[in-house]
């Protein structure tokens, strides 16, 4: 098991930009490919972003591409979002979650096997 945890969130203005970090602790890091979700009060998680555990090829959801770019540093346990261009639309809660030897291709949730206590990002128009 790996334990998860989110920081960086807050309140922006649409155009701002924000970084979520997510730290690792527990099991090796670079066994798990890891992955944002976001989700809002009565919706279902939505996926923002994955990466693969050697950090070189993240994949993205159609609607942040452009605007937001994962990354990861497997020697600090930690996955950076960076958050560009930001809309009232990714109003969310943010969560942080790792697929124990995953492909960091999958969009489903349900293939996530840890997951952190989430992040709020607030953009305001």
């Known amino acids: 098991q790996v334990q998860l945890v989110e920081s960086g969130g807050g309140s922006v203005q649409a155009g701002g930009s924000l970084r979520l970090s997510c730290a690792a602790s527990?099991?090796?890091?670079?066994?798990?490919?890891m992955a944002w979700f976001r989700q809002v009060p009565g919706n279902e998680r939505e996926f923002v972003a994955a990466?693969?555990?050697?950090?070189?090829?993240?994949y993205y959801a159609e609607f942040v591409k452009g605007r937001f770019t994962l990354s990861r540093d497997n020697a600090k346990n930690m996955v950076l979002l960076q958050m560009n261009s930001l809309k009232p639309e990714d109003t969310a809660v943010y969560h942080c979650?790792?697929?124990?030897w995953g492909t960091g291709r999958d969009v489903r949730a349900a293939v996530y096997e840890t997951w952190g206590q989430g992040t709020q990002v607030t953009v305001s128009s």
């Open positions: 979650a790792a697929d124990f």
């Open positions: 527990g099991r090796t890091f670079s066994n798990f490919a």
């Open positions: 990466i693969d555990r050697s950090g070189y090829s993240p």
